[in-house]
């Protein structure tokens, strides 16, 4: 039977930064010194957060926490390229996208320790709540967009999440819609490489991600996600685009998830040293670190400079969050419907029932 080829497609992978931090000079972003410093400082703010939530949980002063690790520079170097009026729906391990967007560390600490008050972004931040259920948020996403369509804003909104989403249903009619009605979306999918303790083997049969969006009809780049120049430009890119008219992207960044998935799992049982090191070669910060410095952006007294004024940034997040316990534990209740379910009202009633006997008790 006589076949011809009717179609065909590519899929590209950026690198401008090695991890040597030599760069490709014709494809560097028109990044200013002060930006790529505040690039710098934004992933040392996210890492320090992170060390001191880990920290806080194994103390017993955080709730269960999923570190960010070895992701600083997908998380802040896409982050770093929308503007404040574009709207962010994260999943769960975007506490770098959250700093860069100005969100309070405080809320973030609250947020991990069961606070509800934690997911009370100010509106004027455009962050929605954090998305727990996988890939849930991507159709709200779309849905946002398709609004902003309507009402003539010229926003574009920016989807989080992991390998393990683009097994959902949600990624998938998210994807197309987006697709259909050419919507201002961009998808940065965060491949780690894990979801939990299944493999990214196990989570497709494509050799990349990225090339899921040409089912959908639009652009799927595989980005180095621990090259924050190549992740910030192709975010920059597809923001602009997505802005002008021009639809949605989709953004693979590939990299690596240093840590546990949260501070519930133990990593050890699934994957062995030797398949983590390679990855610590490859670290982000140290990565632009280096191209700094040959760049005369960073010396020894700036390095400590930046960490110093993380480290007291962090620690004043954790005196107000600890400054604003106890939390309320009926707020546990509130926030799933606009009003409260016969039956989740008796529950609460029960609960702080049950506390203002155990208080009186006490006294
Ligand atoms: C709908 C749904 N199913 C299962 C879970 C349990 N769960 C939490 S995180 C996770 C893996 C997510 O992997 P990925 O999307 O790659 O994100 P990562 O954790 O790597 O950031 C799973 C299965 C969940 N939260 N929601
Ligand atoms: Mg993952």
């Known amino acids: 039977m006589p076949r011809k080829r009717i179609q065909q497609f590519n899929v590209e992978w950026i690198q401008i930064l090695d991890e040597e931090g030599q760069s490709d000079t014709a494809h560097l972003p028109a990044l200013s010194p002060k930006e790529i410093q505040s690039l710098y400082e934004g992933m040392i703010l996210s890492r320090v ?57 405080r809320m973030l600490f609250q947020y991990w320790s069961g606070d509800e008050r934690g997911s009370d972004v100010p509106i004027h931040r455009h962050y929605f709540p954090t998305s727990i259920p996988v890939g849930t948020h991507l159709p709200h996403a779309v849905g946002a967009a398709w609004a902003a369509r309507h009402r003539k804003d010229p926003v ?11 097994s959902k249903g949600d990624f998938h009619e998210a994807m197309n819609m987006a697709g259909v009605f050419r919507l201002p979306v961009v998808f940065i999918c965060q491949n780690n490489q894990w979801a939990i303790s299944v493999p990214l083997r196990r989570q497709t049969a494509t050799p990349t991600l990225a090339q899921k969006a040409i089912a959908y009809g639009f652009e799927g780049i595989q980005v180095d996600g621990n090259d924050v120049f190549a992740v910030y430009k192709t975010a920059k890119e597809a923001a602009d685009r997505a802005r002008s008219g021009g639809g949605p992207t989709f953004i693979e960044c590939l990299t690596y998830r240093m840590g546990d998935h949260t501070t519930a799992d133990d990593a050890s049982r699934y994957r062995t040293e030797e398949m983590v090191k390679p990855w610590i070669a490859k670290d982000p910060i140290e990565r632009l670190r280096k191209y700094m410095e040959k760049q005369n952006l960073w010396t020894s007294s700036y390095g400590d400079q930046v960490k110093a004024e993380a480290e007291r940034r962090v620690a004043e997040s954790v005196r107000e969050f600890e400054e604003q316990l106890p939390q309320d534990p009926s707020d546990m209740f509130r926030y799933t419907y606009y009003e409260l379910t016969p039956p989740l009202k008796e529950q609460m009633d029960e609960l702080l029932n049950f506390l203002k006997d155990r208080d009186s008790k006490k006294e």
Request: net charge negative; no cysteine.
């Open 49 to 105: 957060f992170d060390e001191k939530a880990l920290a806080l949980q194994r103390e017993g002063r955080l709730g269960t926490y999923a570190p960010v690790r070895g992701q600083e520079a997908t998380q802040v170097g896409s982050a770093f390229a929308l503007d404040p009026a574009d709207w962010v729906f994260p999943a769960f391990r975007e506490m770098g996208v959250g700093i860069v967007r100005a969100i309070p560390m």
């Open 156 to 166: 574009v909104v920016a989807v989080y999440f992991g390998d393990g989403a683009t």
